[in-house]
T-cell receptor, first 117, second 114 residues
Framework: GAGVSQSPSNKVTEKGKDVELRCDPISGHTALYWYRQSLGQGLEFLIYFQGNSAPDKSGLPSDRFSAERTGGSVSTLTIQRTQQEDSAVYLC???????????????FGPGTRLTVL | AQKVTQAQTEISVVEKEDVTLDCVYE???????LFWYKQPPSGELVFLIR??????QNEISGRYSWNFQKSTSSFNFTITASQVVDSAVYFC???????????FGSGTQLTVLP
Protein backbone atom coordinates (compact mmCIF):
# COMPACT_ATOMS: atom_id res chain seq x y z
CA GLY A 1 0.00 0.00 0.00
CA ALA A 2 0.93 3.65 -0.22
CA GLY A 3 1.26 4.26 3.50
CA VAL A 4 1.57 2.54 6.86
CA SER A 5 -1.57 0.61 7.71
CA GLN A 6 -2.74 -0.55 11.11
CA SER A 7 -5.51 -2.82 12.28
CA PRO A 8 -7.87 -2.76 13.93
CA SER A 9 -8.61 0.96 13.99
CA ASN A 10 -10.46 0.54 17.27
CA LYS A 11 -10.31 -2.17 19.89
CA VAL A 12 -12.38 -2.41 23.05
CA THR A 13 -11.44 -5.11 25.48
CA GLU A 14 -12.01 -6.13 29.06
CA LYS A 15 -9.40 -5.82 31.73
CA GLY A 16 -7.26 -8.95 31.89
CA LYS A 17 -7.71 -9.96 28.27
CA ASP A 18 -4.87 -10.16 25.74
CA VAL A 19 -4.89 -8.01 22.59
CA GLU A 20 -2.92 -8.01 19.35
CA LEU A 21 -2.36 -4.93 17.24
CA ARG A 22 -1.07 -5.17 13.71
CA CYS A 23 1.13 -2.88 11.64
CA ASP A 24 1.90 -3.13 7.94
CA PRO A 25 4.79 -0.77 7.06
CA ILE A 26 5.45 1.02 3.81
CA SER A 27 6.81 -1.43 1.26
CA GLY A 28 10.60 -1.44 1.27
CA HIS A 29 10.94 0.22 4.66
CA THR A 30 13.30 -1.76 6.83
CA ALA A 31 12.81 0.10 10.12
CA LEU A 32 9.58 -0.16 12.11
CA TYR A 33 8.60 1.62 15.31
CA TRP A 34 5.77 1.40 17.81
CA TYR A 35 4.69 4.41 19.86
CA ARG A 36 1.86 5.00 22.29
CA GLN A 37 -0.13 8.22 22.63
CA SER A 38 -2.11 8.81 25.78
CA LEU A 39 -3.53 11.89 27.45
CA GLY A 40 -1.32 11.67 30.48
CA GLN A 41 1.95 10.60 28.89
CA GLY A 42 1.92 12.16 25.43
CA LEU A 43 3.73 10.32 22.65
CA GLU A 44 6.02 7.58 23.95
CA PHE A 45 8.39 5.26 22.14
CA LEU A 46 7.81 1.56 22.75
CA ILE A 47 9.95 -0.62 20.48
CA TYR A 48 12.04 -0.43 17.30
CA PHE A 49 12.90 -3.05 14.69
CA GLN A 50 15.68 -2.67 12.14
CA GLY A 51 16.14 -5.40 9.57
CA ASN A 52 17.36 -8.62 11.17
CA SER A 53 18.92 -6.92 14.19
CA ALA A 54 17.66 -7.52 17.71
CA PRO A 55 14.84 -5.07 18.44
CA ASP A 56 15.31 -2.11 20.76
CA LYS A 57 12.76 -2.83 23.49
CA SER A 58 13.87 -0.03 25.80
CA GLY A 59 10.50 1.74 25.72
CA LEU A 60 8.25 -1.15 26.63
CA PRO A 61 6.51 -0.22 29.91
CA SER A 62 6.23 -3.74 31.33
CA ASP A 63 6.76 -7.40 30.48
CA ARG A 64 3.09 -7.59 29.52
CA PHE A 65 4.06 -5.85 26.29
CA SER A 66 5.82 -7.66 23.48
CA ALA A 67 6.20 -7.28 19.76
CA GLU A 68 7.44 -9.28 16.85
CA ARG A 69 8.14 -8.63 13.24
CA THR A 70 7.79 -11.46 10.80
CA GLY A 71 9.68 -11.65 7.54
CA GLY A 72 10.99 -8.13 8.00
CA SER A 73 7.60 -6.67 7.21
CA VAL A 74 4.40 -6.94 9.26
CA SER A 75 4.64 -6.38 12.99
CA THR A 76 2.34 -7.40 15.83
CA LEU A 77 2.25 -5.68 19.20
CA THR A 78 0.80 -7.90 21.92
CA ILE A 79 -0.43 -6.71 25.28
CA GLN A 80 -1.16 -9.45 27.78
CA ARG A 81 -3.52 -9.14 30.74
CA THR A 82 -4.56 -5.66 29.72
CA GLN A 83 -5.02 -2.98 32.35
CA GLN A 84 -7.04 0.22 32.20
CA GLU A 85 -3.86 2.27 32.03
CA ASP A 86 -3.05 0.55 28.72
CA SER A 87 -5.87 2.54 27.11
CA ALA A 88 -4.24 4.72 24.46
CA VAL A 89 -3.71 5.13 20.76
CA TYR A 90 -0.96 2.82 19.53
CA LEU A 91 0.92 4.25 16.56
CA CYS A 92 3.19 2.45 14.17
CA UNK A 93 5.79 4.15 11.99
CA UNK A 94 8.24 2.97 9.39
CA UNK A 95 11.30 4.45 7.75
CA UNK A 96 13.61 3.68 4.91
CA UNK A 97 16.66 3.18 7.08
CA UNK A 98 19.91 4.29 5.57
CA UNK A 99 23.01 2.22 6.20
CA UNK A 100 25.57 4.12 8.20
CA UNK A 101 23.31 5.05 11.06
CA UNK A 102 21.74 8.25 9.90
CA UNK A 103 18.26 8.64 11.23
CA UNK A 104 15.62 8.56 8.58
CA UNK A 105 12.20 10.10 8.44
CA UNK A 106 9.44 8.11 10.11
CA UNK A 107 6.03 7.91 8.50
CA PHE A 108 3.12 7.07 10.76
CA GLY A 109 0.04 4.95 10.39
CA PRO A 110 -3.46 6.00 11.50
CA GLY A 111 -3.13 4.22 14.84
CA THR A 112 -5.20 1.74 16.83
CA ARG A 113 -7.35 3.19 19.61
CA LEU A 114 -7.35 0.70 22.47
CA THR A 115 -9.92 0.99 25.24
CA VAL A 116 -9.65 -1.29 28.23
CA LEU A 117 -12.84 -1.45 30.28
CA ALA B 1 18.74 11.65 27.36
CA GLN B 2 16.72 13.80 25.05
CA LYS B 3 13.94 16.22 25.79
CA VAL B 4 11.69 18.52 23.81
CA THR B 5 9.75 21.38 25.35
CA GLN B 6 6.78 22.96 23.64
CA ALA B 7 5.75 25.58 26.15
CA GLN B 8 2.63 26.67 24.26
CA THR B 9 -0.13 24.21 25.05
CA GLU B 10 -2.81 25.99 23.03
CA ILE B 11 -2.78 28.86 20.57
CA SER B 12 -5.78 30.45 18.95
CA VAL B 13 -5.52 32.86 16.03
CA VAL B 14 -7.84 34.38 13.48
CA GLU B 15 -7.49 33.31 9.88
CA LYS B 16 -4.74 35.12 7.92
CA GLU B 17 -2.73 35.89 11.04
CA ASP B 18 0.84 34.64 11.29
CA VAL B 19 1.62 32.27 14.13
CA THR B 20 4.86 30.86 15.54
CA LEU B 21 5.07 27.59 17.43
CA ASP B 22 8.03 27.30 19.76
CA CYS B 23 10.22 24.26 20.28
CA VAL B 24 13.24 23.92 22.56
CA TYR B 25 15.22 20.70 22.54
CA GLU B 26 17.87 19.05 24.68
CA UNK B 27 20.32 16.38 23.61
CA UNK B 28 23.87 15.44 24.54
CA UNK B 29 24.69 14.21 21.06
CA UNK B 30 26.47 16.48 18.60
CA UNK B 31 24.66 14.83 15.71
CA UNK B 32 20.89 14.93 15.94
CA UNK B 33 17.77 15.41 13.87
CA LEU B 34 14.80 17.65 14.47
CA PHE B 35 11.29 17.11 13.18
CA TRP B 36 7.88 18.69 13.08
CA TYR B 37 4.72 16.64 12.69
CA LYS B 38 1.12 17.75 12.32
CA GLN B 39 -1.76 15.80 13.86
CA PRO B 40 -5.12 16.95 12.45
CA PRO B 41 -8.40 15.94 14.07
CA SER B 42 -8.33 12.72 12.04
CA GLY B 43 -5.47 11.62 14.28
CA GLU B 44 -2.76 10.62 11.83
CA LEU B 45 0.68 12.14 12.35
CA VAL B 46 1.80 13.90 9.20
CA PHE B 47 5.49 14.58 8.61
CA LEU B 48 6.30 18.24 7.88
CA ILE B 49 10.05 18.69 8.05
CA ARG B 50 13.33 17.13 9.12
CA UNK B 51 16.47 19.06 9.95
CA UNK B 52 19.92 17.77 10.86
CA UNK B 53 22.13 19.38 13.45
CA UNK B 54 24.84 20.51 11.10
CA UNK B 55 22.55 22.45 8.81
CA UNK B 56 21.27 25.64 10.42
CA GLN B 57 19.89 27.09 7.24
CA ASN B 58 16.31 28.16 7.68
CA GLU B 59 13.74 26.63 5.42
CA ILE B 60 10.58 27.89 3.79
CA SER B 61 7.93 25.74 2.19
CA GLY B 62 4.95 27.71 0.99
CA ARG B 63 3.30 29.28 4.02
CA TYR B 64 5.49 27.27 6.39
CA SER B 65 8.93 28.30 7.59
CA TRP B 66 11.30 26.95 10.20
CA ASN B 67 13.95 28.77 12.22
CA PHE B 68 16.69 26.52 13.60
CA GLN B 69 19.05 28.17 16.11
CA LYS B 70 21.66 25.96 17.75
CA SER B 71 22.75 28.74 20.09
CA THR B 72 19.38 28.66 21.81
CA SER B 73 18.55 25.00 21.05
CA SER B 74 15.38 26.08 19.34
CA PHE B 75 13.55 24.93 16.23
CA ASN B 76 10.56 27.20 15.81
CA PHE B 77 7.83 26.82 13.22
CA THR B 78 5.97 29.73 11.66
CA ILE B 79 2.77 29.57 9.64
CA THR B 80 2.17 32.67 7.55
CA ALA B 81 -1.36 33.74 6.67
CA SER B 82 -2.91 30.90 8.67
CA GLN B 83 -5.94 29.04 7.38
CA VAL B 84 -8.68 27.08 9.13
CA VAL B 85 -7.20 23.86 7.70
CA ASP B 86 -4.05 24.53 9.71
CA SER B 87 -5.97 23.74 12.89
CA ALA B 88 -4.24 20.73 14.42
CA VAL B 89 -1.86 19.63 17.11
CA TYR B 90 1.74 20.22 16.12
CA PHE B 91 4.56 18.14 17.56
CA CYS B 92 8.25 18.88 17.61
CA UNK B 93 10.60 15.89 18.00
CA UNK B 94 14.28 15.08 18.25
CA UNK B 95 16.30 12.00 17.39
CA UNK B 96 19.99 11.67 18.10
CA UNK B 97 22.53 9.60 16.27
CA UNK B 98 22.65 6.95 18.98
CA UNK B 99 18.89 6.53 19.41
CA UNK B 100 16.74 6.28 16.34
CA UNK B 101 13.44 6.68 18.11
CA UNK B 102 11.77 10.06 18.24
CA UNK B 103 11.39 11.96 21.48
CA PHE B 104 8.35 14.18 21.16
CA GLY B 105 7.31 17.37 22.85
CA SER B 106 3.88 17.57 24.41
CA GLY B 107 2.43 19.30 21.36
CA THR B 108 0.78 22.63 20.66
CA GLN B 109 -2.92 22.73 19.82
CA LEU B 110 -3.40 25.38 17.13
CA THR B 111 -6.89 26.62 16.43
CA VAL B 112 -7.42 28.93 13.48
CA LEU B 113 -10.75 30.73 13.64
CA PRO B 114 -12.55 31.88 10.50
Amino acid sequence: GAGVSQSPSNKVTEKGKDVELRCDPISGHTALYWYRQSLGQGLEFLIYFQGNSAPDKSGLPSDRFSAERTGGSVSTLTIQRTQQEDSAVYLCASSLAVLGGSTDTQYFGPGTRLTVL
Amino acid sequence: AQKVTQAQTEISVVEKEDVTLDCVYETRDTTYYLFWYKQPPSGELVFLIRRNSFDEQNEISGRYSWNFQKSTSSFNFTITASQVVDSAVYFCAVSSGSARQLTFGSGTQLTVLP
